[in-house]
């Protein structure tokens, strides 16, 4: 019976710690992520995202993840895209970094096992948050890698909209090799 009660209470606790932790970072300023951290920056080995996609084959299972982005009023489902608009790229951008901040938190919640439980429970909280977690922060940083690309795409076009470089004066660029 006493395990029984362990299991329920792990069980809250993961459960109140991943709604907090969400609603937490959903009350945060949007400009605190609006640009990415030591955490969240892209690193070169994921090659702008085609790492995840190459070994991991992430877009045949993202989207059977579930999407919470929208559980708290004003939230951002990131379930699809619902506009090219720089503004709304940009903003998918910052709200796939807050989601991957959400997750790096409950991966490290489950190290908090090690405080208050026996020593095999708090590894295997801890190995249950990676696995539980760690698929949805893969599934944040390849859908940035992949918006990251668009929006510096979408801003050449906008200084250079019919592809010509330009000079500073807004006239063709004399110097430069058509």
């Keep these: 019976m006493r395990s029984l009660a362990l299991v329920v209470l792990y069980s809250v606790a993961w459960a109140a710690f991943g709604v907090a932790s969400g609603w937490v970072a959903h009350r945060a300023a949007a400009s605190r992520f609006d640009h990415?951290?030591?955490?969240?920056?892209?690193?070169?080995?994921?090659?702008?995202?085609?790492?995840?996609?190459?070994r991991l084959r992430v877009r045949y299972?993202?989207?059977?993840?579930?999407?919470?982005?929208?559980?708290?009023?004003?939230?951002?489902?990131?379930?699809?895209?619902?506009?090219?608009?720089?503004?709304?790229?940009?903003?998918?951008?910052?709200?796939?970094?807050?989601?991957e901040w959400v997750h790096w938190a409950n991966i490290a919640f489950g190290v908090s096992f090690v405080v208050w439980a026996e020593p095999v429970v708090a590894?295997?909280?801890?190995?249950?948050?990676?696995?539980?977690?760690?698929?949805f922060v893969v599934v944040q940083r390849y859908n940035r890698a992949r918006l990251l690309s668009v929006i510096a795409n979408s801003r050449r076009r906008r200084m250079h909209p019919n592809g010509s470089a330009r000079s500073k004066h807004g006239q063709p660029d004399a110097n430069r090799k058509a």
Excluded: I
């Design 36 to 54: 990415d951290t030591w955490l969240t920056r892209p690193r070169r080995w994921e090659h702008a995202g085609r790492w995840y996609d190459r």
């Design 61 to 99: 299972w993202k989207d059977r993840l579930p999407e919470a982005g929208a559980l708290f009023a004003g939230g951002w489902a990131k379930d699809r895209l619902r506009s090219f608009e720089l503004e709304h790229l940009e903003r998918f951008a910052a709200e796939t970094r807050r989601a």
């Design 123 to 135: 590894v295997v909280m801890t190995v249950f948050g990676v696995v539980v977690h760690l698929p």
